[in-house]
């Protein structure tokens, strides 16, 4: 069985802390994934950049997006351009379709944070061309704080007959791959399969407390500010923390 994390964030992401090369050192040679996927907040450069520096890292990424919706947070996986931020979920999701991704709704129904309620779902999931895009929920999101969420998805995954996807959610070095998607294969290609034919399996990698978390990402986010972020030179070198002189760039179409 093949490993995925499908949800991180790297500096892209306002809420980001790491850079690209050091998500793709951490995601391949610690937490030993065969696949993953870039889904900064309504940004896509971070993840064609991860597509292109990918190789040596031995490891493959889905080029993704959390789309802000007028609904809530989504995960359009597949995707080589940007969905605009703000539409109806119904209508992100088509956007989507039109280029050929697949959609996945991260964190449903979770308190603090922008999520897709389930009546939302539901009624969408009508649209026969939605329901031939959007294809999973994720059931374990490894960054939420209102964690009974995590459970109440999987009732709806199970519902709703889709597919069940694990996810770190990270914004942190050290969270990626805290929670997978495992699946038949290795491949990129092998995972698409997957989520449509319902044959992933959502798995809790580690469980680590939110004032944990929270701390670590406030520490993150303060370096980030001061221009500091984690980095990797080459695949070879260890992670650092380095000075990057302009992050503006990285987050400026977010802002």
């Not at 996927?37 to 190789?55: F, N, S, V, W």
């Not at 989504?74 to 959609?103: D, S």
């Not at 009624?123 to 969420?149: H, Y």
């Not at 997978?180 to 798995?203: E, Y």
Request: charge should be neutral; proline fraction near 4%.
């Amino acid at each position: 069985m093949g490993k995925a994390d499908l949800h991180i964030h790297t500096i892209y992401s306002w809420d980001g802390t790491c850079a690209v090369e050091a998500v793709l050192k951490q995601a391949a040679h610690v937490a030993h994934l065969d696949v993953i996927a870039i889904t900064d907040h309504d940004e896509i450069r971070g993840a064609l950049d991860a597509q292109d520096l990918a190789y040596p890292y031995g490891i493959e990424v889905i080029p993704g997006i959390e789309i802000s919706t007028a609904d809530g947070h989504l995960l359009a996986l597949f995707v080589h351009e940007k969905i605009p931020a703000g539409l109806p979920l119904q209508e992100t999701v088509l956007r989507v379709h039109e280029k050929g991704g697949l959609c996945i709704v991260p964190h449903p129904e979770a308190r603090l944070t922008q999520s897709v309620r389930s009546k939302v779902l539901q009624e969408a999931l009508k649209i026969s061309s939605v329901a031939q895009t959007l294809r999973g929920i994720e059931t374990f999101n490894a960054g939420l704080f209102d964690r009974k969420a995590n459970a109440n998805a999987g009732k709806l995954a199970q519902n709703l007959s889709l597919a069940s996807i694990g996810a770190s959610d990270s914004h942190l070095l050290w969270t990626i791959g805290h929670g997978v998607t495992q699946f038949p294969g290795r491949t990129a290609t092998d995972l698409h399969n997957a989520i449509k034919n319902r044959l992933t399996i959502s798995s809790v990698v580690k469980k680590s407390g939110n004032a944990l978390i929270l701390l670590s990402w406030m520490r993150g986010y303060l370096l980030r500010r001061a221009g500091w972020v984690e980095y990797n030179r080459f695949p070879e070198a260890p992670v650092r923390l380095e000075r990057i002189p302009s992050l503006a760039k990285f987050t400026l179409a977010n802002e």
